[in-house]
């Protein structure tokens, strides 16, 4: 059984270049099939899920990386309520949004937790 790897992000991709940088590590990690990756999205992190991420800092890596992400076979998850969440537009990427206690099941239920 793989370990459980959870990536939580909570930096704000307009202004630092670590949530696209934790995408990347996500995706290049899950695609080795050696841990099972989940993805947290918190605060102005769930801007990554836009549908325009042109102008945030290595949006390359969100348009390459959260796909591959997303085909992990589990949902990308996001703060419940976040205050940022109404500015995402039509996401092309499903998503989840989970509470903190359910964020806390995930991080238990983890192997790694990660946070950027």
Known sequence: MNPQVLFIVTGDP???PKPAEAIRIAAGVGTWKKAD???YLRDASVLALSE???EF???DNFTRYLPI???F?????VQKGAPL?????ESPLKFEEISDDQLAGLAAKSNYVVRF
């Open 85 to 89: 969440l109404n500015e995402i537009g």
């Open 73 to 77: 076979g589990r949902p990308i998850y």
């Open 52 to 54: 325009f991420c042109d």
């Open 57 to 59: 800092i290595d949006e």
């Open 14 to 16: 307009r202004t630092s």
């Open 69 to 71: 992400v997303r085909d």
């Open 37 to 39: 990756i989940t993805v």
